[in-house]
């Protein structure tokens, strides 16, 4: 079975806009038919997507989901948001198409993972190829059975429960819950760069949630954090998508 390889077929709705949508992130059209049945193949390297149209499918009722493990996640999601941000103006954050930041999970094994949701609802799971770990992005049972570290704040621990909920499970508006009532509570174990980290988390999900106010709110409150030089550097990227999520909220129309 070494030379075997599998290579998901997804549904969609029009093989023209997911054709437009992935030529955007640097795939090239290797096959392409419109009878008998809608079909069209991309390859961007060695990673391979099929697609099939179907009339009238609609975003919201995917299931479609497949998984990519990659040696370095980083490297990929920064070649797609910048393709995104050249099709869109913008990192796609909500809606059909949108994409999830790399974060670690701790759903797999703590390594890296971002997802990429395309114009047909389906899920595009990249995540770091590593030997011997669970091969299980979905599942509750490992999402519950596993546990941050010991050292983590209860902050931290939140925080990672909330990527798993909103990253892995796709359940956003309950992630957005309990992580908000993480921050709101009192946790004296919590360093600067867990809250610069978990608001920033927060401010991204209500941006997903299409509330940008709250969103507002949570980049304001960890605008008013002390931070000394050494947090700054501690939670560098964090502030750094603070900073892009800001410009998505002025962005945003005032739904008030």
Known sequence: MADARVIPI???ASID???DFHTALGFAVTYRQTRPNPYVALRRGSVELHYNG???FR????YGSCLLAVPDTEPLFEAFAAGLRTKYGRLPLAGFPRITRPRRRKNYGGLSGFSLIDP???WIRVVRAEPDV???TDSDASAEAESAPATASRLAAAHANAVVTADSRGDVAQAAKSLSGALDRSDPTATPADRVEALAFLAELHLRLDDPAQAHARLDELDRLALSPTDRENAATALAQAAELRDL????????
Do not use: F, H, K, V
Request: hydrophobic share 25%; net charge negative.
């Open 10 to 12: 997804l549904p969609c």
């Open 134 to 136: 669970p091969q299980d």
């Open 17 to 19: 806009e997911i054709t």
């Open 54 to 56: 179907i009339a009238g």
């Open 120 to 122: 047909s609802g389906n």
């Open 249 to 256: 909220t002025r962005a945003a129309p005032d739904r008030s």
């Open 59 to 62: 975003a919201e009722d995917s």
